[in-house]
C-alpha cells in the first residue's frame, strides 16, 4: 500500500533527500545503530483484514505482495538494542533508508487516515476470478 | 554449424576465421504465436522447448539487456534434485534426467559435471531429516545415499569434523547431483532455439501488457508492440513488475542473494558440499576457482547486490566447515535478484488473464531447474494445460491452501 506522506510524519528521522545508505540504521530509540542489530520482517504495506472478513481478504494480506522497485515500507525489529518494532522506509532499488518510525505511532497514524479516508486503505486490488 | 571435433579440426587450419555467430540478431515481426518475456536460461528453454516438442517456432524471446544477463549468470552453477515433497522432486527429477542428456541435444558443452553433492549434517534431528528427504528421493527413482561421518571422511577429509559447537556427524550424498557452466546453458539453449527459427531479441524491454476483454494480445516493448497469441513471463527477479503491467499481484517478494569466487587454486574439493548448521554451500570450478555462497540478504531489493554484513557471514560459514580455506583469497562477488516465493516453491501456470501464462517464484534454486522449468511451461504455453510434473506448482495453491513448503517456514518469503 502507498501511504500518503502524512502517515509517516510522526517522529521521522530524516527526511527524504537526506538519503542515507542502509548500513546505519536511526532507531526512534536508540540512536544511530548498525543494521546488524535488526532482524527484518517484511512489507508493512498489508493490513490484517477484520476479524469476520471474507478468506479472499486474508489470502491478499498473508500472501499477495506489491514487490515494488522503488521506496517501501519495511517491519524491522530492533532485536540487539530496544527490541521495539519499527518502520523503516527504504529504496529498494538503491537500498537508501529514508525515515524510520516506531512501529505503533506508524500503525496509529495509518488507522486515523483509515477512519478520515474513503479510500484507503482497505481498497488493495485483490486478484479476482476462481480459477481451475 | 554443427560443432564437433572434426570442425574444431577444420576451423584450427583455416586460422579460425570461420565460425559464425551462435545466433541471429532478428528485427522484432509484428506478430509471433508465442512471446516469452525474459532471455534468461528459463525463457530460452522455454522457446527451445515450444520449437523442439510442440513445432511451435513463430516464437520470439525478448531480453531488456543482453541473453543471460540476469540470474542464470549469476548462480553457483549446482546442479541436484534432492527435494522432499511429492510437488517438487518428480519435477526436479526430470530436470537432472534433463540435465544428462542436455550436451549432446543442445550439441554445446555445458560442462555438465556430476561430482556429486554433500549435504552435512551436524545433528541426531539433522541426520533423521535427511534420511527422510533421501528416502523420498529414492522414493521418486533418484539417488540418495546417507553417510556416515567416516564415509565423509574419506571424500571430503579437510571438512572440520570436530567442529565444538557443529561436529559433522555425516551426510546426505546425491552422486548424480553437481555443477553445470551455467553461461554455457544459456548459450546452448539461444543457440538452439535460434537454429530452430525462433527470435531471440536483445536491448528489447517489455514496458506493458496490451490486454482485451480479458485476453492478451501483445507486448508494449522499448521497440513498439509486438502482437501476439500467446504470452509466457519468464522474468525471475523482476516477475512482480511485468506481471503489475497484466494488473496482477503475485506471491512474490524480490530479495538479493549473493554469491562469491576465490582465487584459483589446485584441485582442492571434488564435490558440491552444503554445510548444515548454516545455509552454505562450496565447490570448484574448472578453472580453480572455489564458488560459494549462503543466504539471502533478507530484504526486498532489486539492486543486484548486496551487503557486507552478509558476506561476513559467508566467510565465517566457509572458515567454520573448511578452515583450510581461511586465507584463501576472494576475487569476486555478486548479486542476483531471487523471485523469493511464499512457500519457496515455483509457480508455473495459467493466469486470471486468457493466454497470459506465468513462470516465477524460483527462490533461489532455479538453476537447477532450468531444463524441465522450459519444458513444462512450453508444454503449458503449447497446450494451454500444465504439464503433469508441475500440478501442484499453480498459482492459485496459496488461495486454497495447498502450498508447497519444503522448509516449513510458512508465508515468510525471506527464510525460504
Not at chain 2, 517489455?206 to 501476439?228: D, L, N, Q
Request: charge should be positive; charged fraction near 20%.
Amino acid at each position: 500500500m502507498r501511504l500518503t506522506k502524512r502517515a509517516t510524519a510522526p517522529r521521522r528521522t530524516c527526511t527524504k533527500g537526506e538519503e542515507r545508505i542502509a548500513s546505519l540504521i536511526t532507531c526512534p530509540h536508540c540512536g544511530l545503530r548498525p543494521k546488524e542489530e535488526f532482524t527484518i520482517r517484511g512489507d508493512a504495506g498489508p493490513v490484517r483484514p477484520a476479524a469476520g472478513a471474507p478468506a479472499q481478504d486474508f489470502f491478499a494480506y498473508v500472501y499477495l505482495r506489491d514487490n515494488v522497485r522503488g521506496v517501501m515500507h519495511e517491519h524491522w525489529q530492533h532485536t540487539g538494542g530496544c527490541r521495539r518494532w519499527l518502520v523503516v522506509e527504504r529504496d529498494t532499488a538503491t537500498h537508501a533508508v529514508y525515515s524510520v518510525t516506531d512501529a505503533a505511532l506508524f500503525t496509529r497514524a495509518r488507522a486515523k487516515i483509515a477512519r478520515t479516508s474513503t479510500e484507503l486503505p482497505a481498497a488493495r486490488p485483490t486478484r479476482k476470478g476462481g480459477r481451475t | 554449424m554443427k560443432y564437433s571435433a572434426f570442425s574444431i579440426f577444420r576451423q584450427a587450419l583455416s586460422g579460425n576465421r570461420g565460425w559464425k555467430p551462435a545466433w541471429r540478431e532478428p528485427e522484432p515481426k509484428s506478430h509471433y504465436d508465442a512471446i516469452i518475456v525474459g532471455g534468461g536460461g528459463h525463457g530460452l528453454a522455454t522457446a527451445y522447448y515450444l520449437a523442439r516438442n510442440h513445432g511451435l517456432t513463430n516464437v520470439a524471446v525478448l531480453e531488456k539487456g543482453y541473453l543471460g544477463s540476469g540470474n542464470v549468470g549469476r548462480n553457483t552453477t549446482i546442479v541436484r534434485a534432492n527435494y522432499l515433497l511429492k510437488g517438487n522432486e518428480p519435477f526436479y527429477s526430470h530436470s537432472l534426467k534433463l540435465w544428462e542428456g542436455l550436451e549432446q541435444e543442445l550439441n554445446f558443452n555445458a560442462m555438465m559435471s556430476q561430482r556429486g553433492v554433500i549435504n552435512l549434517y551436524h545433528s541426531d534431528g539433522q541426520r533423521d531429516a535427511y534420511a527422510r528427504r533421501g528416502n523420498a528421493m529414492r522414493l521418486q527413482g533418484e539417488d540418495a545415499e546417507l553417510l556416515t561421518r567416516e564415509e565423509v571422511r574419506a571424500m571430503v577429509p579437510f571438512l572440520d569434523f570436530d567442529n565444538a559447537r557443529f561436529p559433522i556427524r555425516g551426510g546426505l550424498l546425491q552422486r548424480r547431483g553437481g555443477t553445470a557452466r551455467h553461461d554455457g546453458v544459456a548459450w546452448g539453449y539461444a543457440r538452439g532455439a535460434d537454429s530452430r527459427g525462433v527470435d531471440l531479441i536483445q536491448n528489447c524491454e517489455v514496458t506493458g501488457i496490451r490486454i482485451e476483454k480479458g485476453v492478451v494480445k501483445g507486448v508494449e516493448t522499448s521497440r513498439g508492440f509486438i502482437a501476439c497469441n500467446r504470452l509466457g513471463l519468464a522474468a525471475a527477479g523482476n516477475s512482480s513488475r511485468v506481471a503489475a503491467m497484466a494488473g496482477l499481484r503475485l506471491p512474490i517478494e524480490s530479495q538479493v542473494l549473493q554469491a562469491f569466487v576465490s582465487e584459483g587454486i589446485k584441485p582442492f574439493i571434488d564435490q558440491v558440499v552444503t554445510f548444515g548448521a548454516d545455509l552454505f554451500y562450496m565447490s570448484q570450478s574448472d578453472k580453480g576457482g572455489l564458488v560459494f555462497g549462503g543466504s539471502l540478504d533478507m530484504y526486498n531489493s532489486y539492486a543486484q547486490r548486496g551487503n557486507l554484513a552478509t558476506v561476513e557471514s559467508v566467510m565465517e560459514a566457509a572458515c567454520s566447515m573448511v578452515p583450510a580455506v581461511s586465507r584463501v583469497k576472494v576475487l569476486r562477488s555478486w548479486g542476483g535478484v531471487m523471485d523469493m516465493s511464499m512457500d519457496g516453491s515455483p509457480i508455473i501456470d495459467r493466469t486470471p488473464i486468457q493466454n497470459l501464462y506465468i513462470n516465477c517464484g524460483w527462490c533461489y534454486g532455479g538453476f537447477k531447474a532450468t531444463p524441465a522449468s522450459g519444458w513444462c511451461f512450453a508444454h503449458l504455453i503449447a497446450t494451454g494445460a500444465p504439464h503433469p510434473l508441475t500440478v501442484e506448482m499453480r498459482l492459485d495453491r496459496f488461495e486454497r491452501g495447498y502450498a508447497i513448503d519444503e522448509t516449513g517456514h510458512g508465508a515468510q518469503a525471506n527464510l525460504h
